[in-house]
């Protein structure tokens, strides 16, 4: 066997060097180890200063370990000796020096333990020991408004829990969370930092036994393509981690964000376990592409919609099915409080509005628009009987509508495709942007092919510049859309938005018009709303609110996401807010005042579903919700004019 080359100082101090790093437990095993061999040596120097000069004070050679002990103990004690000989005094001082060394020594063990651990604690390393909670992977811009959501949807519960792991410091992330909510009801908040597709940190949060898992994608819209793909790469990893820990066998329901479509459809399919992918400009370009051709105040009702503290979609089948042969027309007076809007078949297949006709069988569940689901209740026996018959006849024609759209983003393209598939032939759809491309020349080609009986454009202007901002000539449009560009922060990209909207005001003032375009404008952070209703916009989209909402609400039910993804197509029903003309005659009267299941009864006969009412005397009145009226009581009475609006579920516009 070779003979070390190094000293035995050195290889001794390696040893106790790997054996100090071992931890807490080895440091308190070599302190007892100290101590253990500090009481030997100080009891045999006793020993030895008795044999030679015996301790009168001592009533056998046994008490001199109880006096050693007390000495290295207790440094009083040493006053035991204090009639006891010189030699005895020097080796009881030994002890009680020993001893100070000793249990200074421990003291500050046991110091560096509890600082360690709470060093620990303020890193986010410990095990989280909860069941039946909801985690967030990442912290992001979206991180609380879908918090305020989730404590508003635990609110009935008595003590829910939400975790959030993010690669993000733990103090950072519980002081920004701390200075934004202030009421967490009956939700506890935890924290914890790691990265988020480390399988070892999604165990520590205990994934496995989770109620639901929403992924937060760190890539913003607006960033850099190649950004957007490593994103949606790091989201695809966390749900294969999230697979792993549950050993690839049911896993709690996952809900994600991911910008490529693509990506989107690999990710719903990789598992057999719930995994539901949102695309955040898909869903808000088709969004902003309906509110520009609705009538004022839709983005009231889809606010209403997304979040927990208004109303929401449930899936609802009574625990003795339907009591017998069922249509879908014949449902829609069977729910006091609540509203079906389509069918959840046994096939699994979602259909909004269908036929009046639609049978509703055993196994299938009604898509319920209620406030919470402690308001649905089924009755076997219809609660209102209507006396509409008749409805009046509408012209099916379609106006040609002008609609401009300020900024290029990741949005823009995908709105003016949906405008194109809603507006009637010989509209305009004009684009301005600072600076043009050759991608939107591209784009702009391909378009006209589709749709060469609508003029669109792409036009390169000066948006700050007043003079050519007035050249655009906005008063002459129908509908027009400011969309917040890319920004570093969400407040930079709103204080554009918001400076582009105090000119285009001003352009609108000066016209001395009265009929101004429908001023529509997509908003960042939901705490800037009150400057935009103060800046005369109509219609406004808080894009991170949104999203948040929808998240939020579908990691609660996950089939909601294929609701919204079938509410917001072209094909299909979508919601509009249509003149109460195309339900009722008002040929010789200014007003009529009627039950809201008349006006259910009316938008059946139209083949449509209606969720609610818009008083228009009401529709600047924001404590009113604009004028919206949702789900109201089947037997409440309103008094309606030609100029007030139903919200109606249907296929189109007309």
């Known amino acids: 066997m070779k003979k070390s080359e190094y000293p035995l100082k050195t290889r001794l101090s390696y040893q106790i060097d790997n054996f100090m790093s071992k931890g807490s437990s080895s440091i308190f095993l070599a302190l007892m180890l100290l101590f253990t061999l500090g009481f030997l040596i100080i009891l045999i120097i006793r020993g030895i200063s008795n044999f030679i000069l015996p301790d009168e004070t001592l009533n056998s050679w046994l008490e001199i370990p109880w006096r050693v002990y007390v000495a290295i103990i207790e440094g009083s004690a040493a006053e035991t000796d204090g009639d006891s000989n010189w030699l005895a005094k020097i080796s009881s001082i030994i002890g009680v020096l020993v001893g100070l060394v000793l249990f200074s020594s421990t003291v500050a063990f046991i110091t560096s333990v509890f600082e360690a651990k709470l060093a620990e604690l303020r890193r986010g390393r410990s095990m989280v020991l909860e069941n039946d909670h909801t ?41 920004i969370i701390r200075d934004n909510i202030d009421d967490f009801l009956t939700t506890r908040i935890i924290t914890r ?26 890539a913003a819209s607006w960033r850099s393509s190649e950004e957007l793909k490593l994103a949606d790469a790091m989201v695809l990893k966390s749900i294969m981690s999230i697979i792993a820990v549950c050993h690839g066998e049911n896993h709690p329901p996952i809900t994600c964000e991911i910008h490529s479509n693509r990506d989107r459809e690999l990710a719903e399919n990789i598992s057999k376990g719930s995994v539901k992918a949102l695309n955040e400009v898909s869903v808000l370009s088709r969004m902003i592409a309906q509110l520009a051709l609705s009538q004022n105040g839709l983005s009231v009702v889809y606010s209403d919609m997304v979040g927990f503290d208004g109303n929401e979609f449930y899936f609802y089948e009574p625990e003795d099915s339907w009591g017998g042969p069922l249509t879908f027309g014949e449902s829609l007076n069977r729910f006091k409080s609540s509203t079906p809007l389509g069918i959840h078949n046994k096939k699994g297949e979602i259909i909004l509005n269908p036929p009046s006709s639609a049978k509703i069988e055993k196994g299938d569940e009604l898509i319920i628009f209620a406030e919470d689901d402690s308001t649905i209740k089924y009755y076997d026996k219809a609660i209102f ?26 949005k823009t393209n995908i709105i003016i495709e949906k405008l194109c598939s809603y507006i009637p032939d010989r509209s305009e759809i004009h684009t301005y942007v600072s600076k043009k491309e050759n991608e939107m020349d591209t784009f702009l080609q391909n378009l006209k092919k589709q749709y060469p009986k609508i003029t669109i454009t792409i036009n390169e202007t000066d948006l700050n510049d007043l003079n050519q901002l007035n050249q655009i000539n906005p008063i002459s449009f129908d509908s027009l859309l400011i969309l917040s560009p890319s920004g570093t922060t969400i407040e930079e990209m709103d204080a554009y938005v918001i ?18 375009p429908k001023l529509i404008t997509e908003v960042m952070d939901s705490d800037n709303i009150d400057i935009i209703l103060n800046s005369g916009v109509e219609d406004f989209m808080v894009s991170n609110q949104f999203v948040s909402q929808i998240m939020a609400q579908v990691s609660e039910e996950p089939l909601a996401l294929d609701v919204y993804d079938d509410l917001f197509q072209a094909d299909g029903s979508e919601l509009y807010i249509k003149p109460a003309s195309y339900y009722f005659s008002f040929e010789n009267n200014d007003s009529i005042t009627i039950p809201y299941g008349e006006c259910v009864q009316a938008a059946l006969l139209r083949k449509e579903v209606i969720i609610g009412l818009q008083i228009n005397s009401e529709q600047k009145n924001r404590n009113k919700m604009f004028g919206i009226n949702l789900i109201p009581s ?21």
């Open 135 to 175: 985690i967030i992977l990442g912290f992001g811009d979206r991180i609380l408004e879908i918090i305020r959501e989730l404590i508003e949807a635990n609110e009935s519960e008595p003590d829910a829990a939400i975790v959030i792991l993010a690669d993000d410091d733990k103090e950072n992330m519980d002081n």
């Open 193 to 218: 930092s790691g990265v988020v597709t480390n399988i070892n940190n999604l165990k520590k949060v205990n994934a496995d036994q989770a109620k639901s898992i929403i992924i937060m994608n760190n």
């Open 385 to 410: 009987s209507p006396k509409t018959t008749h409805i009046p006849q509408v012209s099916q024609e379609s106006k040609p509508q002008r609609v401009a759209l300020l900024n290029w983003t990741p």
């Open 499 to 516: 400076s582009l909207l105090i000119r285009v005001r001003q352009i609108l003032r000066k016209s001395g018009s009265n009929q101004w």
């Open 634 to 654: 089947k037997n409440k009475k309103f008094t309606l004019t030609k100029h007030d609006g139903l919200i109606a579920l249907a296929e189109d516009e007309a």
